[in-house]
Nanobody, 123 residues
Framework: QVQLVESGGGSVQAGGSLRLSCVAY????????MAWVRQAPGKEREAVAG???????SYADSVKGRFTISKDNAKNILYLQMNSMKPEDTAMYYC?????????????????WGQGTQVTVSS
């Protein structure tokens, strides 16, 4: 059974940094495409960063240059390093995974989801 468990969320001031982690259970992340998807109150889910099984990465324009997605295949962990954070980055952040490697990275079309971790950025 596939399970994703996020951690690392919290509160930070604008300009600060956070690193989110997502531990995967039940499968090998190296074989899946994965993404970080966020949802702010009253807004739709937005895929902000994705990484493929070939380690190709893709970022939403809103986070490009500030966020970095990476993974440790040996530990089966996905990361999201968030720098120069802004109040508009405030959202619940979800880890997502899917075995359909040919689909786009920046999409909400993922089969497996974590429970989410809250990120709050104050001005």
């Amino acid at each position: 059974q596939v399970q994703l468990v996020e951690s690392g969320g919290g509160s930070v001031q604008a300009g600060g940094s956070l690193r989110l982690s997502c531990v995967a259970y039940g499968y090998t992340i190296s074989r899946y495409r994965m993404a970080w998807v966020r949802q702010a109150p009253g807004k739709e889910r937005e895929a902000v960063a994705g990484i493929g099984s070939d380690d190709f990465t893709s970022y939403a324009d809103s986070v490009k240059g500030r966020f970095t997605i990476s993974k440790d295949n040996a530990k089966n962990i996905l990361y999201l390093q968030m720098n120069s954070m802004k109040p508009e980055d405030t959202a619940m952040y979800y880890c997502a995974a899917d075995g359909r490697w040919s689909l786009p990275l920046l999409t909400n079309d993922y089969n497996y989801w974590g429970q989410g971790t809250q990120v709050t950025v104050s001005s």
